[in-house]
């Protein structure tokens, strides 16, 4: 890949939804971490994080208003979203728990999507969440991902 093409795909409207997916994610997971509200996770992430520089890689500026909606829906609709996410883990893992903070975070963003993003095909959706997971686990947790919100989008058909 020449120098021009990886610059033109990290400026693409799909490099910077993804980037928006998993910086909801972190925002999502430090909210849980920190008994933050949605409006200074975001705030803290846009002015810190966005953008930033590490070991030489800048990472992809996020679509910022598709963050701040996955951010602040998941902040609004927090108890309806987990409580949709611990009856799809019922059905399909035998568990009635919420799954360890990161993983819930990765659903939490997912179903938010899922259930209130009509400009994103679900399919979309799914796939950006399951590479989400797949940057943090090497296990069946991307499984997981998959199986949940593929069962949401089902259910909403």
Known sequence: MTTDSAVKQTKSPKAKAIAARLSAVQAVYQMHMNEQKAQSAIEEYLSL??????????????????FQNIVEGVG??????????????????????????????????????????????NPIIINDYIEISKGFYEGREKDMVNAILDNLSKTMA
């Open 49 to 66: 994080r966005a953008g930033m520089d590490v070991d030489g890689e800048v990472f992809i500026e996020p679509n910022g208003a598709l």
């Open 76 to 121: 609004e609709k927090h108890e309806d979203l987990q409580q949709t996410i611990i009856s799809l883990l019922g059905t399909k893992e035998g568990r009635k728990k919420p799954v360890e903070p990161l993983l819930n975070a990765i659903l939490l963003c997912g179903a938010y999507e899922l259930l209130f993003n009509d400009k994103t095909d």
